[in-house]
């Protein structure tokens, strides 16, 4: 041993001592984040990240410094699909892939893979970022339909389909399984019969078990429940591999993502050792029929309190209502205003709905505590008896 | 002040020399990273990321958890955009944008967004990413001429091309300034008189200083000299935002992303907060002219060195060589495996070439310390004296 070696060893149960005292110290800094994303991550992920951050065990350099060709680097990525396989149950028929660009990069990627089959799909447009993907697909000149959609109440609910509203030659239906913005979800997977389902899970992926059997293709942004931005995940049936467009951009070719193991080039390596830590701290605590009780615990918390008051309107239809992301308003765009900054001071930060919603809400994804919740209940009570409404 | 805060304050200074005893250790454990990408990152850069990891001060989380939208996170990202114009002195009427999808998405995205202006577009090719680029566009079924290539000789040096050589009416000239795989990096700028030229500098960027106004766009993936991977930089005068295809894929419309400052939809945040700590430590030793100054030494060493022995044989012309990549053979592929096997086991990691070139590569980017190059060389006078060639 070197005399840095016998140092530390000697000082180690003092340092980890007041290690521990820090961690407490940092926990007191905390806040509750009800961000709809980039969103909180677990407390011991971020603390095992800070730990091996600089250097990772054994490797002598940080995962950041990896060349993502490195045997190390190699364990870690295959690690995280062997993770994520077991996580989410995935078939064997069905490829993971860790992407970049996140969702948006998707929505046009979806038409460039699929649409080859036949050339046209259908859309069902619940929310914002189905909207979204829908004129993608229609602004690259593609024949897509919009088949069915609540847009004109004002994406409350979630539409009700069944096989017949679907054209018989579409390449697939894509849906959007949880509207982050309005605070739905769908409480059935739709039959498309031979149609493959393509869903962009990003605000509820990993959030409780879904049968990925049901779906063609599941896509989903990294930055809610996975991992920080900057990964994208694609679960994709392996005969849906074929239909891609000979001239798309080769970064977008699920194919050739899948041929190189997510490794044409150089992939987000990094939030990728991230979102291997997250699996890892799910399956810890018991995997996703544990995370869907806790989370349903959170949410129902919220959604009765909500409905056993009068001062906050829950605008979402019950049977609709997500799990992961709750809108409430008080009616009252100033009050909205006053309660997201007041909430802020006391250390409840990102309760302002969206930008084009107006209102609340309270993203509340799998790293959210529940004491994060009943903190939101206790301040939702005393700002609703501390401004009355006029 | 609460108790915790009184104890954390009482033994802070017993705590932080434990911490820097801990640093010291932890100096001890990192290897030299000759890895070409990712690469070594400055060690003040990631301690102060692991600091900062869990807590962000004053912000009461982490910046993997902020949102994209908010104050903090803004600040960010702008400080970001600010240090490295400051940095590279990037002119006003150039756009700087935090992508994602690495150079290979832009191989795409530079015909898709550029090609508009007349439909075609030259390029040169002196190794295997500009030759990837020149297929991308090819493949996309564009109208695309290589007009001088290296390849011949093995792209052991970069072709001398002069404003004659490229097609009046191209939409743009492009070229891969520092050629990772070859160790070959351009000496000069091409003259393409009024034609757009568009760099891909992935293994050169803010090694060295660059006169910008010279390029119609400059692009690199993050994971060499900037941040770990997952971003992608893209620097555009504005005058090249109006040849965009109208259905290519919106999230890699450059006009798009720069009308929404890199935030048309969520980030790579992390990477691109990684990346201003790295712009940061440049800017404190003094910025690109003194990174030159020490990336010249670090190479001068090694190059002197190949250039004062028989033992070893650098393929590369003189005039072309790389500051960053140093690629070098013993002219025995089995002598060259043991070399990069020894030489990993002495702490000298990721030596090996390319697996498409074979042989050795020093990648020497901004964070290779001097002491790295020193220790390679001393390593590589023991390997030639041990291993006598037949």
């Known amino acids: 041993m070197s005399e840095i070696d016998i140092f530390v060893f000697l000082y180690m149960d003092i340092f980890n001592f007041l290690l521990a005292s820090l961690e407490v110290f940092i926990m007191e800094e905390r806040v509750f984040n009800f961000s709809a994303g980039p969103s909180m991550l677990p407390l011991p992920v971020l603390q095992r990240a800070a730990d091996e951050l600089v250097v990772y065990p054994g490797a002598g350099m940080s995962v950041m410094e990896m060349s993502h060709r490195s045997p190390a680097y190699e364990a870690i990525i295959g690690e995280a699909e062997t993770l994520l396989r077991k996580l989410m149950n995935i078939p064997e028929n069905y490829k993971v892939l860790f992407l970049q660009g996140g969702a948006s990069t998707q929505f046009a990627a979806v038409p460039l893979n699929l649409i080859g089959k036949t050339g046209k799909a259908d859309y069902i447009v619940s929310g914002q ?84 059997s049901k779906f063609g293709v599941i896509y989903a942004g990294a930055q809610k429940n996975m991992a920080p931005a900057g990964m994208t995940l694609v679960i994709v049936r392996e005969d849906l591999l074929e239909y891609a467009d000979p001239k798309m951009p080769t970064m977008l070719e699920w194919k050739t993502m899948a041929e190189n193991g997510s490794m044409y080039n150089t992939p987000p390596c990094y939030t990728i050792y991230m979102a291997k830590l997250v699996y890892e701290w799910i399956l810890s605590l018991g995997g996703l029929d544990v995370m869907k009780k806790m989370n349903e615990e959170k949410a129902a918390l919220l959604y009765d309190y909500l409905d056993n008051q009068d001062y906050y309107i829950a605008p979402v239809k019950p049977q609709c209502r997500s799990l992961m992301n709750v809108t409430f308003v008080t009616g009252d765009a100033e009050l909205d205003k006053k309660f997201a900054s007041e909430a802020g001071k006391a250390g409840l930060k990102n309760l302002k709905g969206h930008r084009s919603v107006g209102g609340m809400r309270a993203s509340i994804y799998n790293a959210m505590p529940k004491a994060g919740v009943e903190a939101l209940i206790e301040f939702m009570k005393k700002f609703a008896a501390e401004n009355p409404k006029a």
Chains 1, 2 share one sequence.
């Not at 690259?140 to 030659?169: L, Q």
């Not at 739905?184 to 997977?189: A, F, G, M, V």
Request: aromatic residues 14%.
């Open 129 to 212: 970022f189905s909207g979204k993907a829908f004129k993608e697909a229609q602004k690259m000149g593609y024949d897509v339909k919009c088949v069915a959609t609540s847009k004109e109440d004002n994406f409350t609910y979630i539409p009700e389909v069944t096989r017949d509203a679907f054209r018989p030659d579409a390449s697939y239906v894509h849906i959007c399984f949880n509207n982050t913005i309005y605070g739905t979800k769908y409480n059935y997977i739709p039959d498309t019969g031979d149609i493959p389902l393509v869903a962009d899970m990003s605000s509820c992926i990993i959030s409780e078990p879904v049968d990925v």
